[in-house]
């Protein structure tokens, strides 16, 4: 199956995810940690079906929402009428000016393009973001997988509802999410071949420092199975930080190591 293809495919049933405890929670996780205000600006880079965005907007930020694929958008848009929306590919320079947004999301994407897309990706969020504004970015771990939440999910739907519930909601619900299960089986297919990565925590931590992310803040979300990151823009201040604590204060090349050890206030 061309991926472009199984992505389409994957996203027109991707929102049954809904029903998971544990999907719903990331998506909370990821709002505290952007501790909005009122009005202030969102990119979504890689936003899928919209249902973070759709959350975000609720919470009155104004978010611009962009993902490479036209199914999802137009999913999205069957939500929100009124979102915002961009059709554009991570591994491309963004469409967007320097300075562009206060905040910046990237929910289980990086995974998914190459190593050199992820890396001009994470340099791109900070270009868009203002001094100061804040990266969020979750990734799955090595060894975990959607597909254990997603079989939990159903045996305990089943255990609730007994055969004859279990039944009658299959078509309207389990169905979908089986569908689901089936699209993450088949990504470690893609895995195999190259196509998709896992990031180990010291390595993620190492890219998003690497693009020039300071303040790295580090949890997990999704039931224990993502990393997730909050990081910063550096600002003036943060950057004659760092410049000062590298080599001893010598007026060497700015250091990553100079960005604090990261860890969860």
């Known amino acids: 199956m061309e991926r472009r293809h199984f992505w389409d495919r994957y996203l027109r049933v991707y929102d049954s995810l809904n029903q998971l405890g544990d999907y719903r929670a990331c998506m909370r ?4 940690g952007l501790a909005l205000r009122p009005g202030q600006t969102v990119l979504d880079a890689g936003s899928g079906t919209g249902n973070l965005s759709v959350l975000l907007r609720a919470l009155g930020a104004a978010v611009t ?3 490479f694929s036209p199914v999802a958008l137009a999913l999205h848009r069957e939500k929100d009428p009124e979102a915002r929306l961009v059709e554009a590919s991570l591994e491309k320079p963004l469409p967007f000016s320097d300075r562009r947004f206060d905040h910046l999301t990237c929910l289980s994407v990086l995974f998914a393009i190459s ?6 990706a994470l340099r791109e969020f900070r270009r868009v973001l203002k001094p100061g504004g804040t990266l969020v970015v979750t990734a799955m771990m090595p060894g975990h997988s959607k597909v254990r939440a997603l079989v939990q999910h159903v045996a305990s739907r089943a255990r609730e509802l007994g055969l004859r519930g279990f039944l009658s909601e299959a078509g309207a619900t389990l169905v979908p999410l089986l569908r689901v299960l089936y699209y993450n ?4 297919g893609f895995r195999r071949q190259g196509g998709y990565r896992r990031f180990g925590r010291p390595e993620l931590l190492a890219e998003i420092r690497g693009a020039g992310f300071v303040g790295l803040r580090y949890r997990t979300t999704y039931g224990g199975r993502f990393h997730m990151v909050v990081a910063r823009c550096p600002d003036a201040r943060a950057l004659r930080g760092a410049w000062n604590a590298d080599a001893g204060g010598s007026r060497g090349a700015l250091s990553a190591g100079a960005c604090p050890a990261p860890s969860w206030a």
């Open 185 to 188: 089986l088949r990504m470690y």
């Open 115 to 120: 190593p050199e897309g992820s890396r001009l």
């Open 65 to 67: 929402s962009m993902d």
């Open 29 to 32: 996780d990821v709002a505290d």
